[in-house]
T-cell receptor, first 108, second 114 residues
Framework: KNEVEQSPQNLTAQEGEFITINCSYS?????LHWLQQHPGGGIVSLFM???GKKKHGRLIATINIQEKHSSLHITASHPRDSAVYIC??????????FGKGTRLHILP | DTAVSQTPKYLVTQMGNDKSIKCEQN?????MYWYKQDSKKFLKIMFS???????INETVPNRFSPKSPDKAHLNLHINSLELGDSAVYFC?????????????FGPGTRLTVT
């Protein structure tokens, strides 16, 4: 079993819908990362969290350290949000472990 | 100005050849990484260097040899290429090691071994 599990694997939604992607992990971490990979292949860091909640535009990321769980929310989703969203954790030994990603498709 | 650059973007080569991928960052970061993304899009760390010193060396065949001539550069040399080496290789950097720093990714190098 992977140390980082994401759900759902695939998500299709209509433009405007509120989107939630979940990430659970089973190891001690120093930080959790949310990454976005566009169809063109480039990877961009969206958030890095070690506690609480962060917001950037329509994106919100939360983390619950006790429950070893994080969520990424997208409000008022748009077709340009279509991408693969990847959760990754930085373990305390400095290694970074990635989830398998959530493929999001927003229909106009 | 590109923050993290990789060359080449595409690399097609035959089994048994030796090839190199170069990575440069102009962010002044101390730590650089190599990641491999397989055909199922799963990312895995290969190596990490902090100030030219190897700090993470995952279970990677020793045909793969990273080299960091200075903290702005981290190159990946692959000997005796095999079909299973076909993947996208991403370089990344962060301010320093410890994991609790944002990662900045290069555009990736798509390696195809025939």
């Amino acid at each position: 079993k992977n140390e980082v599990e994401q759900s759902p694997q695939n998500l299709t939604a209509q433009e405007g819908e509120f989107i939630t992607i979940n990430c659970s992990y089973s190891v001690g971490i120093s930080a959790l990362h949310w990454l976005q990979q566009h169809p063109g292949g480039g990877i961009v860091s969206l958030f890095m969290l070690s506690s609480g909640k962060k917001k950037h535009g329509r994106l919100i990321a939360t983390i619950n350290i006790q429950e070893k769980h994080s969520s990424l929310h997208i409000t008022a989703s748009h077709p340009r949000d279509s991408a693969v969203y990847i959760c990754a954790v930085s373990r305390r030994d400095d290694k970074i472990i990635f989830g398998k990603g959530t493929r999001l498709h927003i229909l106009p | 100005d590109t923050a993290v650059s990789q060359t080449p973007k595409y690399l097609v080569t035959q089994m048994g050849n030796d090839k190199s991928i170069k990575c440069e960052q102009n962010l002044g970061h101390d730590t650089m990484y190599w990641y491999k993304q397989d055909s199922k899009k799963f990312l895995k760390i290969m190596f990490s260097y902090n100030n030219k010193e190897l700090i993470i060396n995952e279970t990677v065949p020793n045909r793969f040899s990273p080299k960091s001539p200075d903290k702005a550069h981290l190159n990946l040399h692959i000997n005796s290429l095999e079909l299973g080496d076909s993947a996208v290789y991403f370089c990344a950097s962060s301010q320093t090691s410890g994991g609790a720093y944002e990662q900045y990714f290069g555009p990736g190098t798509r390696l195809t071994v025939t």
